[in-house]
């Protein structure tokens, strides 16, 4: 990774598409809820296995059958015990039902899905990654010896803070990683429904060319306005539009989120070619700082000088 | 043309891929409801023509000028239909026996790991079980390993004659087969720390070994009923374990000893690498929990069982010897022109290690 | 400084992908917590042992078993937490600054670092150091060296400050920030200087109850994080050493202030993230550096600083 690119939870994936795009990743905080629902489903789906198990048993003929229903609460134990990850992985597109729940998906490092070996190495590799397992007993009588119980999960952490896609061990040897798995997202559009605007951006100057930088910046301070307060909003236009309002020669009470606005909106949103906007009650305004005495000058002068096509 | 009119003619056709994977999402295909021209292999052709514009949209986003947010929602949208198009591949069965057969033997008999951890593992069962025959020489080496406890409920279970019903056999099967593969298992996935793996692998090699040396001893209480008992699943049993550990030993070896790869990619190749050792030795444990389920513990005559290990150790040894043994020894032997260059040939590029650029190799 | 090309990617983010973004900044910047914040831990944390060591040493040559010795034990171990509780925030100070600096550097100095904290020394160690009761409770348990445990003085009042504290750091959780980052004046006396109490008024106030939740939720992570790595070192003793017992004095004057702090260094990694996080929530943050750098992309340098001094 480049020294220089910003810190965050993401990572570039190249499709064959050739295409980069950023997966937001899925780190230990979002990884353990998943892990918790897991853990409580995989014992669910035992407990009720079994005493599905020992009814059918006692149903049917308890003498003949019981022993294979014994046989088989212990290979269901076994499998679904060891194998419920890498079952659900592979059948589900990298998604176990915990992972379902908190929306987050395995997949390649490169960004293809994930097939039975790797899912199968990482299901088994996570007793590692849960290490040291803890033993309560150890706080009661220190003489029984330790029984471990209760994993602590440190290698994992410790194992995810130090690789750059956030992967524990089992993850690391499967060559996979955890993203957090994109829901419906709505595509947010500034609409501009304030008729000021459009009047407004018409008075900017023509030969004021708007840079790559400065269309970002109007977009993320379009797309964010909402949700700021409208003194906030002032606040944080000021540093850009007073400067501007000099430039523009505007008025000086020109309010700086309504020119920011109208910067977006003549970025963004105007036709370059459309006919001035319908200003209705707004026709006569003028924003320039100039206009008040400009328009008293043309008076004056249209009483006195007959031509008043020559001063425009 | 400005952005708003741009978004507003792409809007429709990532609507639609939303829509897509809605469907795929929710069901893994289309649903029924859906127009005719989304299903079967229309849709698919119709899907992935969506996804590869949203993905140019995206590659021009920049020169677009797409504002922030609409380049987020881009990046997520690919994302999403990215997961839907690549697909995990389901188990396919013939891939296994194909896994099973081919790939687990070659790769057991080629690799040096699942030498050293069966030469551990029979090695110290092997001296082990010298140690605890030998009371003379070694006193109390039974006793320091299992303990008198131990020692005094392993004669007690097999003080009675084998006897036993299949009430009996079947859950001992199951149980088996949750018990001891479940301990392969484990000692695959420690040999990810390797020194863990090494340690249960000698831990049963020495216990295993002194239960069947003091077991041999010619005053030990029910001797013969306990190599009754062992017989006929000792071999498939003692090489899974061996396996497992093999297996365990090559996914921890990945990290250290990389061969010319990033560490990472190594531990990554050796893991897949390990995965048919492993389920080999799962495979023979589930055949060893069979038969200690239900032969070993019948009354059988002692014959029946010998000839069953006598047929199982043939078994493997054909399984790691005739399957595992390279394929390409005999098609390819060398000649005299090898290893001298032809003056028309050319010179092989030198080979990249690794993807990056010296970043990399720090 | 390029105000929108910070080092932490400033984005809108959740709590769980805060806690992953913390252990991917102590990937980043280990300097920040191994030396910024174990410089200023390990004063306070000699400090604690100083005055509560004696409770443990003394009982030790009894005994750790008998029934006497437990409620002594509790007692150090209820106060020793309160205590690292307490001065976690104020042990934090180097590294809040250096993280802070580090939004916006690559790699801040720590002579940088250092002039800062000490130039707002008076303010932040008023603050955080008195009046957020770090060190009035040291001096207390000073007081009380070798007197045997009490209810009230050992049960009740601990419990009162632990309340109060847990009050208002969930109220006003980023006071430290404030002080320290935004360097606003504890007290003025004209009207119009934003004070530390009306910054933190304005800050807190419209997300008090989101403030509480989270602050409520990291608690309980930082818990189950402090059972996690005391246990693996208990492990980790025990595995080399092939001892298991826990009431011995290594543990109690080791291993557990040693868990403690780790866990406070994590808090404050953790804080600092949720303070930038509160700033893009609340304040826009993210658009205001946008907006600012490209005011000084367009205009040179920051023109509305310029015209406020040249007013002043």
Redesign the interface.
């Known amino acids: 990774m480049p020294?220089?690119s910003?810190?965050?939870?993401?990572i570039a994936?190249v499709?064959p598409?050739n295409?980069a795009?950023?997966?937001?990743?899925?780190?230990?905080?979002?990884r353990m809820p998943a892990y918790l629902i897991d853990l409580l489903v995989r014992w669910a789906a035992i407990v009720i296995l079994v005493v599905l198990a020992f009814f059918i048993g006692l149903l049917i003929n308890i003498q003949t059958l019981?022993?294979?229903v014994?046989?088989?609460?212990?290979?269901t134990?076994?499998v679904i015990s060891?194998f419920y990850g890498t079952v659900m992985?592979?059948?589900?597109?990298?998604r176990t039902i915990g992972k379902w729940a908190c929306g987050i998906?395995v997949?390649d490092v490169d960004?293809?899905?994930?097939?039975?070996?790797?899912a199968?190495?990482r299901n088994?590799?996570r007793?590692?990654d849960l290490f040291?397992?803890?033993?309560p007993g150890?706080?009661v009588d220190?003489d029984i010896p330790?029984v471990f119980i209760?994993p602590?999960?440190?290698v994992g952490?410790i194992a995810?803070?130090?690789t750059k896609r956030?992967q524990r061990?089992g993850d690391?040897?499967?060559?996979t990683m955890v993203?957090i798995?994109?829901?419906?997202?709505?595509?947010?559009?500034?609409k501009v429904d304030d008729a000021r605007v459009p009047a407004l951006a018409s008075f900017i100057p023509a030969d004021y060319r708007i840079?790559?930088?400065?269309?970002?910046?109007l977009?993320?301070?379009?797309?964010?306005?909402h949700?700021?307060t409208p003194a906030?909003r002032r606040?944080?236009?000021?540093?850009?539009i007073?400067?501007l309002i000099d430039r523009f020669e505007f008025r000086s009470d020109i309010d700086p989120d309504l020119l920011m606005y109208a910067l977006y909106y003549k970025?963004?949103?105007?036709?370059?070619s459309a006919e001035l906007p319908d200003l209705g009650s707004l026709a006569g305004y003028s924003p320039l700082r100039s206009s008040v005495a400009e328009v008293m000058v043309d008076e004056a002068t249209d009483a006195e000088i007959p031509i008043a096509g020559v001063v425009e | 043309m400005n952005v708003a009119a741009l978004l507003e003619n792409r809007r429709d056709q990532w609507a639609e891929l939303e829509l897509f994977c809605d469907a795929l999402e929710k069901r893994g295909k289309v649903s029924a409801s859906m127009a005719a021209n989304y299903q079967g292999s229309q849709g698919i052709a119709r899907f992935s023509a969506l996804y590869r514009s949203a993905c140019a949209d995206l590659a021009l986003a920049d020169a677009y000028q797409l504002p922030p947010a609409t380049v987020t929602y881009l990046h997520r949208l690919i994302a999403r239909s990215h997961n839907q198009l690549y697909r995990a591949n389901r188990f396919e069965p013939a891939r296994w026996v194909d896994m099973m057969f081919y790939d687990a033997p070659q790769q057991i008999f080629a690799d040096p790991c699942v030498k050293i951890a069966s030469i551990v593992f029979f090695g110290l069962f092997a001296l082990a079980m010298y140690m605890g025959r030998n009371d003379v020489l070694f006193p109390g080496f039974v006793e320091a390993i299992i303990g008198s406890a131990g020692i005094e409920q392993m004669e007690e279970s097999f003080e009675q004659p084998l006897s036993g019903s299949l009430n009996h056999y079947v859950p001992m099967a199951g149980f088996y087969i949750m018990h001891n593969t479940g301990i392969g298992l484990r000692c695959f996935v420690f040999g990810l720390l390797i020194l863990p793996c090494l340690y249960v692998l000698s831990f049963n090699a020495i216990y295993l070994g002194a239960a069947f040396g003091y077991m041999a001893r010619p005053d030990a209480v029910g001797g013969d009923n306990f190599f009754h008992f062992v017989t006929a699943h000792g071999p498939f049993e003692l090489t899974a374990i061996a396996l497992a550990g093999g297996a365990g030993l090559r996914l921890g070896v990945g990290f250290f000893r990389t061969c010319g790869l990033m560490r990472m990619e190594s531990l990554r190749e050796s893991a897949m690498r390990a995965v048919p050792i492993m389920a080999a030795s799962a495979a023979l444990f589930c055949m060893a929990a069979f038969t200690e389920g239900f032969l070993s513990p019948s009354p059988a005559p002692y014959i029946v069982k010998a000839a069953w290990a006598v047929l199982s150790s043939g078994l493997i040894s054909f399984y790691f010897v005739v399957l595992g043994f390279p394929r390409d020894a005999f098609t390819r032997t060398p000649t005299a022109n090898d290893g001298q260059p032809s003056p028309f040939g050319f010179e092989d590029p030198p080979e990249l290690t690794g993807s990056g650029g010296p970043n990399d190799a720090a | 400084m390029q105000l929108d090309q910070t080092h932490v990617k400033v984005r809108l983010r959740t709590m769980a992908e805060i806690g992953d973004l913390a252990l991917i900044m102590v990937r980043r910047y280990p300097a920040a917590i191994l030396v910024g914040f174990a410089t200023g831990a390990v004063f306070w944390a000699l400090l604690d042992l100083l005055v509560l060591a004696w409770i443990p040493i003394t009982e030790s040559s009894y005994g750790l078993d008998d029934e006497e010795a437990v409620w002594e034990i509790i007692r150090y171990l209820a106060w020793m937490g309160l205590l690292v509780m307490l001065q976690a925030p104020v042990a934090g100070v180097l590294s809040t600054l250096y993280l802070g600096l580090a939004v916006f550097e690559q790699r801040p100095t720590w002579a940088s670092v250092r002039t800062e904290a000490k130039r707002g020394f008076k303010r932040w160690f008023w603050k955080l150091g008195i009046v957020r009761f770090a060190l009035p409770p040291v001096i207390f348990l000073a007081c009380r060296w070798g007197q045997p445990a009490s209810g009230f003085w050992d049960a009740f009042v601990p419990l009162v400050i632990l309340l109060w504290v847990s009050l208002v750091r969930a109220s006003s959780p980023f006071m430290p920030e404030i002080l320290l980052l935004e360097q606003c004046p504890i007290r003025s006396k004209s009207p119009d200087v934003i004070t530390a109490s009306r910054r933190s008024k304005s800050l807190h106030g419209p997300m008090a109850g989101d403030l509480s939740g989270r602050f409520i939720s990291v608690s309980c992570v930082l818990v189950i994080l402090l059972f996690s790595i005391g246990y693996s070192l208990l492990w980790a003793r025990g595995i080399s050493f092939g001892r298991w017992d826990v009431m011995n004095l290594f543990v109690l004057l080791v291993i557990y202030p040693f868990s403690l702090w780790c866990v406070a260094g994590i808090s404050v990694m953790v804080r600092i993230l949720n303070y930038l996080d509160c700033r893009i929530r609340l304040e826009g943050w993210e658009v205001e550096l946008a907006v600012r750098a490209e005011a000084m992309r367009q205009f040179g340098e920051e023109p509305l600083a310029v015209a406020t001094e040249a007013a002043s």
Do not use: C, K
């Open positions: 020294s220089h910003p810190l965050d939870t993401t994936v499709t598409e295409i795009f950023d997966y937001q990743l899925a780190g230990p905080f979002r019981g022993p294979f014994i046989a088989g609460m212990f290979l134990y076994f060891w992985e592979t059948f589900f597109n990298g998906r997949i960004g293809r899905p994930i097939n039975g070996r790797r199968f190495v088994l590799l007793i590692v040291p397992m803890a033993a150890i706080f220190s330790p209760i602590t999960g440190l952490l995810m803070m130090s956030l061990l690391l040897a499967a060559g993203i798995d994109q829901r419906s997202w709505r595509l947010p559009v500034a840079s790559r930088s400065m269309a970002r910046t977009a993320v301070y379009a797309e964010r306005r949700y700021l906030r606040e944080v236009a000021r540093h850009l007073i400067p970025t963004f949103l105007a036709e370059s």
